[in-house]
């Protein structure tokens, strides 16, 4: 039986460790707060995120770092990316170079703008770099807690890692692709999350089915120019990752990115959102790392870094988005060498 310690008992978290207990796997799950772990023990219900969601007797539930990391050698990091670090922190002296270490995280850290992986292996630096991969893909919380079909990929520096996280996650209901490609991964999975505040922006204000194909697909744009430039590979974001997710998340009413844009869309302030929500939408945290990335990268990204201007306090999104969808442009671009291949006659 496949095992695994699932660190991070919120919406994601608790979907998964019942999905895969459901499917025979040995599953251990790590909740921060140790009143949140004896609830769960006791109740099998996870009251704040997934209250209708019952977790299977076979699910450990601890508060004890060293119990969860001694539990398994698969770890899966499904904490918020603000709180990833301290997390990690807490975990690096469990680390051991049998440990398969796989980040469920969206998101880029916005101080040190480092991917959810590479901020892993400097923390934790005794799981080898090649087993620290990634399991991201147009996947709701909701629907898998449901056992509705989902489609995923993992992705690793080692084909034998994405293997066995494959091996792993892989169930009657959960399809899991493979990749080696785990920096295209990670940015689909996190710039994503701020094309899609930009999404609900849209539906916030007030516009239609056009503007938001526009923001979606010239999105996917800015979306792949930052992966390339960060080293990932184009066709990545022509997959799951890329334009599944961004579809899956701009679109979707169980998207937390998108309703947390079309609150701001609609005259709310970020905090008051935040604090309506009670929960994270990934997006709020990503923007400003991405907007920075784009400077480093000296990359035009105009509609995230839209999104990123409209959170600090913009009074005017439907001006603002107007103008972005309508400026002018000569020609549609997406990668440089795509735009100076010379066209096919047949």
């Not at 609830?39 to 004890?64: A, E, F, G, I, W």
């Not at 709701?140 to 994405?162: D, I, L, N, Y």
């Not at 999104?307 to 005017?316: A, G, K, R, S, W």
Request: glycine share 10%; hydrophobic share 40%; with cysteine.
């Amino acid at each position: 039986m496949s095992s695994i310690t699932l660190f991070g008992a919120g919406s994601w978290g608790t979907a998964l460790a019942a999905h895969l207990a459901k499917a025979d796997r040995d599953v251990t799950l790590w909740a921060r707060r140790p009143e949140a772990a004896d609830r769960m023990r006791h109740t099998h219900h996870n009251t704040k995120y997934r209250r209708c969601l019952l977790l299977p007797d076979s699910v450990q539930v601890t508060s004890d770092v060293a119990t969860a990391a001694g539990a398994s050698d698969l770890w899966a990091m499904a904490v918020p990316s603000p709180h990833l670090r301290s997390v990690a922190e807490r975990i690096q002296e469990h680390g051991r170079d049998d440990v398969t270490l796989v980040s469920l995280t969206k998101g880029i850290e916005k101080e040190s703008l480092m991917t959810m992986t590479q901020m892993l292996d400097q923390v934790i630096g005794a799981v080898p770099a090649e087993q620290i991969g990634v399991l991201h893909g147009p996947s709701h919380s909701e629907e898998v807690g449901k056992g509705q079909p989902t489609t995923v990929v993992a992705a690793a520096p080692r084909e034998s890692v994405v293997e066995n996280i494959r091996d792993t996650f892989m169930t009657d209901s959960l399809c899991v692709y493979g990749s080696t490609d785990v920096t295209g991964v990670e940015v689909g999975g996190s710039a994503k999350n701020v094309l899609a505040i930009a999404a609900g922006i849209s539906d916030g204000v007030g516009y239609g089915d056009n503007v938001k194909a526009a923001l979606m697909t010239r999105g996917l744009a800015e979306m792949r120019r930052l992966g390339v430039a960060m080293g990932g590979r184009p066709e990545t974001f022509s997959g799951l990752t890329g334009i599944g997710d961004l579809i899956v998340t701009c679109t979707s009413q169980h998207s937390r990115n998108r309703y947390m844009g079309e609150q701001v869309g609609q005259g709310k302030s970020l905090e008051e959102v935040r604090n309506e929500m009670g929960m994270v939408a990934e997006g709020t945290h990503t923007a400003k790392a991405v907007y920075d990335l784009a400077q480093t990268y000296d990359l035009k990204m105009p509609i995230a870094t839209t999104v990123y201007t409209l959170l600090l306090e913009d009074p005017h999104p439907q001006q603002v988005l107007r103008e972005l969808v309508t400026q002018r442009s000569q020609r549609e671009r997406w990668l440089p060498e795509i735009d100076q291949q010379p066209a096919v006659a047949g």
